[in-house]
């Protein structure tokens, strides 16, 4: 079985390859259009969400709030980086919204898996 500090590792590396990925797409011309209606807020908050998710298990000794504010100001951030940097993407409040959504659900989420896994452990 592997040990908890490759479990880190690997926690740690996932983290950093979704934040990689977002900053990223706040670079490429036009977001997730056309495959379905509001399909560019549902790829906000699923990737805002994967991150807190993966940024939970990946400092999983440092408290939540410690997390939580650097990614809430990411996720607020990001829109004004595009809007600023991107000429051809629009700032949108929604995507805000979808983003901090996103966020709190990725935290709770993680929290509640986190609680539940451990206490499957121990038993």
């Known amino acids: ?10 926690s740690i590396l996932l983290f950093l390859v979704i934040f990689a990925a977002l900053f990223f797409a706040l670079f490429i011309p036009t977001g997730l259009t056309g495959l379905f209606p509001h ?14 998710f993966a940024g939970r298990f990946s400092l999983p000794r440092v ?13 607020i951030g990001a829109e004004f980086f595009q809007a600023t940097f991107r ?11 979808a983003n901090l959504s996103g966020v709190m659900s990725g935290i709770y989420l993680a929290t509640v898996f986190k609680k539940k896994y451990i206490l499957a452990c121990n038993n």
Request: proline share 6%.
């Open 39 to 52: 399909a560019d807020k549902a790829g906000h908050f699923a990737a805002f969400a994967g991150l807190s």
């Open 87 to 97: 000429p051809d993407r629009e700032f949108s409040l929604w995507d805000i919204i």
């Open 63 to 75: 408290h939540y709030l410690y997390l939580l504010t650097p990614l809430l100001f990411f996720a």
């Open 1 to 10: 079985m592997p040990s908890r500090k490759t479990y880190s590792l690997a």
